[in-house]
Every structure is written in structure tokens, then in C-alpha cells.
């Protein structure tokens, strides 16, 4: 079975082919981030525009690079949400009009099932049901995943998602957007002892909440004298805050469910401290973690299509409606 997956919820154009005999035949990304840097963020006008103008150039791409012609695809899997209402239009107009005019289903699919399922790519060791940590610009929730599509959120951030708040310190410390994987680049070389920022929320619950690390950290940026060397150790700090409270939580997860397997997804979870740490404390507790791979951290169209092909045969679809869902609960995905 070959699946087309079409990813555009915010500023990525994701476009994949997944063959469930071979394997990913290909996977191609257009990023928008030069387009949005000057703004200091996303511009939902702009990011709806330019994946109008790249999705079918993407798509004949992909179809090229896997010698394929269209009618040997058997369905299109796309992001129906949440995300970006006029980015989401883009990728499940042309997937609806697409899978109609080649007489195959069209599958919606939930934007953080995604990125957490794609793990299951590269690990058969992943069995539901697992813990999952997803970490993106959008969200920052823990998961109790029992099985495909049904979903318990346990915990979620209350104010600030953990890769809006990476990207709103970058940009304090005069990074461009998104600019969560440079202030990573610049904490490699921070001291950790200079400064101290809280852990928030780590005494009770599995809420989460980030917005006041960015006060905390405008506040050192204010007091002190801004060199090269304060800008690492400012951003080592607030990583090692962030990743600790990470970590605090999910233990008390696992402990609270007895989960045993443990998958961070989502474009935090290629950040390197991360996975460092969090390997180290479930090796400690001799359990079991999963990451995707590096390049499937952040937005992609191969998480859409593998999703697509898991997806494919619990569909019930409308082929004359276009949908989309910008506030998607993953709660909510068992109704599709
Ligand atoms: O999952 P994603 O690509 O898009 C959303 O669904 O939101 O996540 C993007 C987020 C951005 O905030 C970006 O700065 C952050 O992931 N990110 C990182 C790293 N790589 C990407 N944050 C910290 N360390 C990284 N290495
Ligand atoms: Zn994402």
C-alpha cells in the first residue's frame, strides 16, 4: 500500500510517499522560516499563501523521486489539525480534490498523533501503551497512549508551549525565529552554575507552564551585562530549567500510570540535552524510551503519510467535504 502524506498546519510544506512493503520512498520539505524571520513569528496570511504556491511542485517532486505515477497511490493522508485554519485549507483542499479525482480515500489526519507515532518507524519495539511527551512549538502535553487513536491527555501547559517559549528567549537573545535549535547551539557552550532559574510547577500535577521562564529570563538579560558569554550561559540555563521540569514530570507520569515506555516527540524532542537526560533518568528506572529520528523531530510529510498508512483502515470519510479541525483535541480523535 502506498500513501501520499501532505503536512501543512503552520510554516512547514511537508510532503512524503510511504510504501508499507519498502518503506519511505521519499520525503520532501519546504520551510517558510526565511519568509516569517522578520516577524518574529508565524503570519498565518503569508504561511497559507506560500504552501499554495509550493504544495504541487512538492508533490510532483516526490512522485518523481520515487518513479511513481499518481494512480499508484492508494490514499492521501493529511493534517486536518490543529494548526493554522487557512495553512490547514491548503493541504486538505488539494488532498480532497486529489483523492477524489483519483477514486481513492482521502484520511484526515491529528497533527501530534503524528509526531508521535511516527517513533514507530524506526522502533518495532513500540507497543501500546506507552507515556507519550510531546514537546512542539504548538504543545507541550503528556500522553497516556493506550491504543491507536485513544488518547488521555494527563497534562498540559497552561500558558506557553516549551518550543514557543525556546523560540521567545531565542529571540531575547537576539536569535532569529524559529530559533529553539540555536539557543540549544549557544547553551553547549554556557556555563550551567552562573545563573539559577526555576523549575515551575514541579511540586504537584502534570501541568506545565513556561511563560514565566521568558519574565525570568528578560529580567537577567536586563541586569547584566550582555556579552557572547552571559547569552550562552542565560540560554544554558533556562535549557537545563526547562529540561529538568520535563523530566520531573514525566517520572511522576510513569509513576502514576506504571507505564514503562516513554516516546518524546515533537521539534523540542531533537534538542540534545533532552534526549540526553531523559535517556540517562529511564535507564535509571530500566525502562524503555523512543525518540523519532532527528529529521522527523520537527514538521514533516512522512509523519502524516506513515500515520496515514496505521490510519488507513479505520477511516469513515466524506470525499465532498473539506474539514479541518484548528483545535483538534487529541482527546477528540477516536470520533473521526
Ligand atoms: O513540531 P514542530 O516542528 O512544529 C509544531 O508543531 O509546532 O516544532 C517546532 C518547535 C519550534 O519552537 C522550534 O524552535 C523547536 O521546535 N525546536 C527546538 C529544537 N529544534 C526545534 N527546540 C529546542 N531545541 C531544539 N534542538
Ligand atoms: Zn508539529
Same mark, same amino acid.
Given at each position: 500500500?502506498? *500513501?501520499?502524506?501532505?503536512? +501543512?498546519?503552520?510554516?512547514?510544506?511537508?510532503?512524503?510517499?510511504?510504501?508499507?512493503?519498502?518503506?519511505?520512498?521519499?520525503?520532501?520539505?519546504?520551510?517558510?522560516?526565511?519568509?516569517?524571520? $522578520?516577524?518574529?513569528?508565524?503570519?498565518?496570511?503569508?504561511?497559507?499563501?506560500?504552501?499554495?504556491?509550493?504544495?504541487?511542485?512538492?508533490?510532483?517532486?516526490?512522485?518523481?523521486?520515487?518513479?511513481?505515477?499518481?494512480?499508484?497511490?492508494?490514499?492521501?493522508?493529511?493534517?486536518?489539525?490543529?494548526?493554522?485554519?487557512?495553512?490547514?485549507?491548503?493541504?486538505?483542499?488539494?488532498?480532497?480534490?486529489?483523492?477524489?479525482?483519483?477514486?481513492?480515500?482521502? *484520511?484526515?489526519?491529528?497533527?501530534?498523533?503524528?509526531?508521535?507515532?511516527?517513533?514507530?518507524?524506526?522502533?518495532?519495539?513500540?507497543?501500546?501503551?506507552?507515556?507519550?511527551?510531546?514537546?512542539?512549538?504548538?504543545?507541550?502535553?503528556?500522553?497516556?497512549?493506550?491504543?491507536?487513536?485513544?488518547?488521555?491527555?494527563?497534562?498540559?501547559? *497552561?500558558?506557553?508551549?516549551? &518550543?514557543?517559549?525556546?523560540?521567545?528567549?531565542?529571540?531575547?537573545?537576539?536569535?532569529?525565529?524559529?530559533?529553539?535549535?540555536?539557543?540549544?547551539?549557544?547553551?553547549?557552550?554556557?556555563?550551567?552554575?552562573?545563573?539559577?532559574?526555576?523549575?515551575?510547577?514541579?511540586?504537584?500535577?502534570?501541568?506545565?507552564?513556561?511563560?514565566?521562564?521568558?519574565?525570568?529570563?528578560?529580567?537577567?538579560?536586563?541586569?547584566?551585562?550582555?556579552?557572547?558569554?552571559?547569552? $550562552?550561559?542565560?540560554?544554558?540555563?533556562?535549557?537545563?530549567?526547562?529540561?529538568?521540569?520535563?523530566?520531573?514530570? $514525566?517520572?511522576?507520569?510513569?509513576?502514576?500510570?506504571?507505564?514503562?515506555?516513554?516516546?518524546?516527540?515533537?521539534?523540542?524532542?531533537?534538542?540534545? +540535552?533532552?534526549?540526553?537526560?531523559?535517556?540517562?533518568?529511564?535507564?535509571?528506572?530500566?525502562?524503555?524510551?523512543?525518540?523519532?529520528?532527528?529529521?522527523? $523531530?520537527?514538521?514533516?510529510?512522512?509523519?502524516?503519510?506513515?500515520? &496515514?498508512?496505521?490510519?488507513?483502515?479505520?477511516?469513515?470519510?466524506?470525499?465532498?467535504?473539506?474539514?479541518?479541525?484548528?483545535?483538534?483535541?487529541?482527546?477528540?480523535?477516536?470520533?473521526?
Amino acid at each position: 500500500m502506498i *500513501i501520499l502524506g501532505i503536512e +501543512t498546519s503552520c510554516d512547514e510544506t511537508g510532503v512524503a510517499l510511504y510504501d508499507n512493503k519498502v518503506g519511505l520512498l521519499s520525503n520532501q520539505i519546504y520551510s517558510q522560516a526565511q519568509l516569517h524571520s $522578520c516577524y518574529g513569528g508565524v503570519v498565518p496570511e503569508l504561511a497559507s499563501r506560500d504552501h499554495i504556491s509550493k504544495i504541487i511542485p512538492l508533490i510532483r517532486s516526490v512522485i518523481k523521486q520515487a518513479s511513481l505515477q499518481l494512480n499508484q497511490i492508494d490514499g492521501i493522508a493529511y493534517t486536518s489539525g490543529p494548526g493554522l485554519v487557512g495553512s490547514l485549507l491548503v493541504g486538505a483542499t488539494i488532498s480532497q480534490t486529489l483523492a477524489f479525482a483519483l477514486k481513492i480515500p482521502a *484520511i484526515p489526519i491529528h497533527h501530534m498523533e503524528a509526531h508521535m507515532l511516527i517513533a514507530m518507524l524506526d522502533n518495532n519495539e513500540i507497543k501500546f501503551p506507552f507515556l507519550a511527551l510531546l514537546v512542539s512549538g504548538g504543545h507541550t502535553q503528556l500522553v497516556y497512549a493506550k491504543q491507536l487513536g485513544q488518547y488521555k491527555i494527563l497534562g498540559e501547559s *497552561i500558558d506557553d508551549a516549551v &518550543g514557543e517559549a525556546f523560540d521567545k528567549v531565542a529571540r531575547m537573545l537576539g536569535l532569529e525565529y524559529p530559533g529553539g535549535a540555536m539557543l540549544s547551539n549557544l547553551a553547549k557552550l554556557g556555563n550551567s552554575k552562573r545563573f539559577l532559574f526555576p523549575r515551575p510547577m514541579i511540586k504537584f500535577g502534570l501541568n506545565f507552564s513556561f511563560s514565566g521562564l521568558k519574565t525570568f529570563a528578560s529580567n537577567i538579560i536586563r541586569n547584566n551585562i550582555n556579552n557572547k558569554q552571559t547569552f $550562552c550561559d542565560i540560554a544554558r540555563a533556562f535549557e537545563d530549567a526547562v529540561v529538568d521540569t520535563l523530566i520531573i514530570k $514525566c517520572e511522576r507520569a510513569l509513576v502514576q500510570t506504571g507505564l514503562r515506555r516513554l516516546i518524546i516527540a515533537g521539534g523540542v524532542s531533537a534538542n540534545y +540535552t533532552l534526549r540526553q537526560k531523559m535517556s540517562i533518568m529511564m535507564d535509571k528506572r530500566k525502562e524503555q524510551i523512543f525518540f523519532p529520528r532527528l529529521e522527523f $523531530c520537527t514538521d514533516n510529510g512522512a509523519m502524516i503519510a506513515y500515520t &496515514g498508512y496505521l490510519r488507513f483502515s479505520n477511516i469513515i470519510q466524506n470525499p465532498l467535504s473539506i474539514n479541518v479541525n484548528p483545535k483538534w483535541s487529541l482527546m477528540d480523535i477516536s470520533k473521526l
